[in-house]
């Protein structure tokens, strides 16, 4: 009984965070000093932490420069994604053509969105998939356990999207920004699928270069860090994502059992594998977990573009059949795209089990 209160509380809880529709910067904007129960991690959970360590090692970074010109720096680059597509599933870029005002400028779009008076960031405050953008506080509000200290505005297709659906500091750096993320993806795309020994026909095949969602994430600063997450552990369900952070840490991917720091690095964006990937290249390619950690400086703004394939709800995908074998059979069964995402959309981050749902 006195489960089934906590839990109602917790559920009105959410539902009155919600409905003030001002997410966690209107939160610290009301000058609060200890986070809602609603935020906070079970203490076994938080416990636990103390038991990771924290690593020495870094990210690799990948620098793009000539990879057109140069046919023998091209194979090196593409020695190079592989065989961190293999290892870490994580990378950082640098050179790789999108000009630092371009970035620059996004973030501070972001930044100044989200520091507009709460009645106008209302206006674009929504849960309504049919929505182009929208913004709030975890699309999963009400299915996880814990609530992440992150407001997000997603905007889907950004590639086709009018400027006039965007909010105005940043229509047109977004527009700006995703053209030019688009065909980075393209590349990087391009660049894993020689890797993997597979011809430019079937990344046209796959239309894992078609489609993308934008989210720029707020991390506002938090007054009690160490009791909550930015976000929680998960793995991307796409192709791959390309991630533009400003310069306060908090992003970390979990390698070898250690939660490593993705340091910001000026100019660089991060890459990384998501579960599609890792599934059509049979595990070749490894889609890792991370998540992002708060801090007590802020606001940290991310803004993650994802190559998660067509728009199609019929399409179909599974471990290509040239990277399979009598002594490497497929390892996971074939998806279809439409129940795949309403999967991920419908469980909590911290249940969705990824790829384990396929596993052959
Ligand atoms: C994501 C994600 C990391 C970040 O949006 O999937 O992992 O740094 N974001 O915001
Ligand atoms: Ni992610």
Redesign the pocket.
């Known amino acids: 009984m006195a489960e089934v209160n906590i839990r109602n509380e917790r559920i009105e809880m959410l539902k009155a965070f919600d409905a003030a529709e001002s997410g966690v910067k209107g939160l610290i904007d009301s000058g609060l000093s200890k986070i809602p129960q609603i935020f906070v991690r079970p203490s076994d959970e938080v416990a636990q932490e103390l038991t990771y360590k924290t690593a020495e090692i870094e990210v690799g970074v990948i620098d793009l420069t000539d990879i057109y010109n140069n046919p023998e720096r091209r194979k090196r680059v593409i020695e190079e994604v592989r065989i961190a597509a293999e290892t870490w599933g994580f990378f950082q870029v640098v050179n790789h053509g999108i000009p630092q005002t371009v970035l620059d400028d996004l973030i501070d779009g972001v930044k100044m969105f989200n520091e507009m008076e709460a009645e106008e960031k209302r206006k674009y405050y929504s849960r309504d998939p049919t929505r182009r953008v929208q913004l709030n506080t975890n699309y999963d509000l009400f299915n996880s356990k814990t609530a992440n200290w992150r407001d997000t505005l997603i905007i889907s297709s950004p590639d086709e999207i009018r400027s006039d659906e965007l909010p105005s500091p940043f229509r047109e750096r977004t527009i700006e920004y995703s053209k030019q993320v688009t065909l980075l993806g393209r590349i990087i795309l391009e660049l894993l699928w020689e890797g993997l020994g597979l011809e430019g026909e079937y990344l046209k095949s796959m239309e894992c270069a078609n489609g993308q969602q934008m989210?720029c994430?707020y991390y506002p600063a938090c007054p009690q860090p160490e009791l909550t997450l930015g976000?929680t552990k998960?793995s991307?369900i796409g192709f791959i994502?390309i991630?533009l952070?400003n310069q306060i840490n908090?992003?970390q991917v979990l390698y070898q059992d250690q939660w490593v720091d993705v340091r910001p690095i000026r100019g660089a964006l991060v890459v990384n594998i998501g579960d599609l990937l890792q599934l059509v290249s049979n595990g070749k390619f490894k889609s890792s977990k991370?998540r992002?950690v708060v801090n007590s400086i802020g606001p940290r703004i991310?803004v993650?573009s994802f190559f998660s394939g067509p728009s199609s709800e019929v399409k179909r995908y599974g471990p290509i059949a040239e990277l399979t074998s009598e002594e490497n059979p497929p390892k996971y069964r074939e998806i279809v795209l439409g129940e795949y995402r309403l999967k991920f959309l419908k469980t909590g981050l911290d249940d969705y089990l990824g790829l384990n749902y396929y596993n052959l």
């Open positions: 989210a994430h976000t998960h991307d994502t991630l952070q908090g992003l991370h992002v991310s993650a």
